[in-house]
């Protein structure tokens, strides 16, 4: 799917459990240090822990959702069994956690494992073991695809000097980004460390948490990059307030998500499908856990922006198909690639919020999935996920 195998290089997982290590590269970088050339001194951190309530009952029944129950009652569909692919630093606290091994004291949900909770307060919904991660990599080719294989959208200048992912997964944008700037310093961010450890040299990872007060250095930044962060962020104008301040005065954020809803332009998405229930379940558990997953459809983007203070706004959308179901040879890689990533690793896309926020049993997952599944692989249903970017401005004139 065209990720080169540096990225397939040793995981650093292995490597920081047995020795964590003390410096870049590699994603065990440790917390922002005194005259650190990224970080300013010190910042204080929010405290308390706001963990997802448990579900308030175990199977709740939305108005015009088919619940987990009326899954469970469907059984299997006869085909999910066959070949599902044959159509196709410093001591002061900060936001940045201090590296020790706690970091890989990972939560484990029905086998799964997810971030580990002494790097952030919140509870991330997607799992970080290798079957997420193999399928994330394949989701990362299909919005490449979706973008004309543009990394960004902003107009950008050759002779930038630092970027920042906020959330950089598995850093493949991030390392496709430093290396079309190899004379710009990009940091990549996240809860979990997940990235390789072979990065380009003007590349590294650090673990932190986006939704504390930023410890980077105030008007540091020529681009803020932040992608797919969907049920991530509690409050998004905090978080932009936090990239407004770390941004260099004319320098560019960029905010491109996307929203589980599934739209339909011909009327072939029946309201009781599983696609159909798919969109409303996680739009439910996103407002349950006070962490939208709806983003492209909130009109979060735009007034957060320039609430923040960003000027020179700019929105694109796109619609991604959710299998190999449109003419255009384009829009059918591109479901291709979604419908092989989607499929991959559908239970751990929904799980947590299913099952840990929504309070379905793991068999109503289970059977869900396969529904699911089923309709992505028979095609019947033209669904498509709307992702949307939001590209703006610092003013040049900022203090
Ligand atoms: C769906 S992945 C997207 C990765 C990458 N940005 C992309 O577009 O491919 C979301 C990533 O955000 C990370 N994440 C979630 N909450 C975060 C937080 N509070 N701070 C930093 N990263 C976070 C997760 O660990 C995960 O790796």
Known sequence: MGVPEKRKAESPLSDAAASPKPAAPGPSSPGPKENSPT??????????????????????ELPG????????????????????DSTLGSDVESSTASISSSILNYRTINGRTYHSDSVTDGEYWAPNDQKMLGALEIYYHSLFLMTDKQLFQAPLKDNIQHAIDIGTGEGFWAIDFADKFPYCDVVGTDISPIQPTWTPPNLRFEIDDATKEWTFKKNFFDYIHISFLNGAIEDWGNLYKNAYRCCKPGGWIEHFDCSPIVSCDDETLPPDSALATYGKILDE???????????????????????????????????????????????????????????????????????????????????????????????????????????????EDAE
């Not at 179901?325 to 690793?345: F, H, M, N, R």
């Open 39 to 60: 970080h300013a001194s010190s910042s204080p951190r929010s405290e308390g822990r706001s963990p997802t309530p448990a579900p308030d009952s175990p199977a709740p």
């Open 65 to 84: 959702v088919m619940s987990g129950a009326h899954w469970l009652q469907q059984g299997l569909p006869e085909t999910d069994t066959d070949d599902k």
């Open 285 to 395: 558990a996103g407002r349950r856990i006070g962490r939208s997953l709806t983003i492209a459809h909130d009109g979060t983007q735009e007034p957060g922006l320039k609430e923040a203070g960003f000027v020179n706004l700019h929105t694109k959308q796109w619609k991604q198909p959710l299998s190999p179901w449109p003419k255009d040879p384009k829009q059918k890689e591109i479901g291709l690639y979604t419908y092989a990533a989607v499929t991959s690793d559908l239970e751990g896309v929904i799980q947590f919020l299913f099952h840990k926020v929504m309070g379905w049993s793991t068999e109503e997952v289970a059977v869900f999935a396969a529904h699911m599944r089923q309709e992505m692989k028979e095609q019947k249903i033209h669904g498509y996920w709307t992702w949307k970017v939001v590209y703006g401005q610092k003013p």
